[in-house]
């Protein structure tokens, strides 16, 4: 089984800075991707932003804000997010794909509250 645990969730100003943390363990192999995503109050669960391998990729509504990090030998992935805004706030998801056949783990989200 593989577990996935957030941490660095809270309540920031607008314009302010958090960085998420995103735990990986148990058996972990074959890690292809290592992904954030988000939910605000009432709204479907939105893609923020990925690694795999070397590559980054991000949400639009992101871009050149938050910025996406990976510890291989760690499985741990980080999401530093700077220039926050009220509408970043959401539960934030982390989700590790791993394994043969390719499996998805969620971890129980991590809250952010942007206040204006």
């Known amino acids: 089984q593989v577990q996935v645990v957030e941490s660095g969730g809270g309540l920031v100003q607008a314009g302010g800075s958090l960085r998420l943390s995103c735990a990986a363990s148990?058996?972990?192999?074959?890690?292809?991707?290592m992904m954030w995503y988000r939910q605000a109050p009432g709204k479907q669960r939105e893609w923020v932003a990925g690694?795999?391998?070397?590559?980054?990729t991000y949400a639009d509504s992101v871009k050149g804000r938050f910025t996406i990090s990976r510890d291989n030998a760690e499985n741990t992935v980080y999401l530093q997010m700077n220039s926050l805004k009220p509408e970043d706030t959401a539960v934030y998801y982390c989700?590790?794909?791993?394994?043969?056949?390719?499996?998805?783990?969620w971890g129980q989200g991590t809250q952010v509250t942007v206040s204006s």
């Open positions: 989700n590790c794909r791993a394994g043969l056949p390719l499996m998805n783990y």
């Open positions: 148990g058996r972990v192999f074959r890690v292809n991707a």
């Open positions: 690694i795999s391998g070397g590559s980054t």
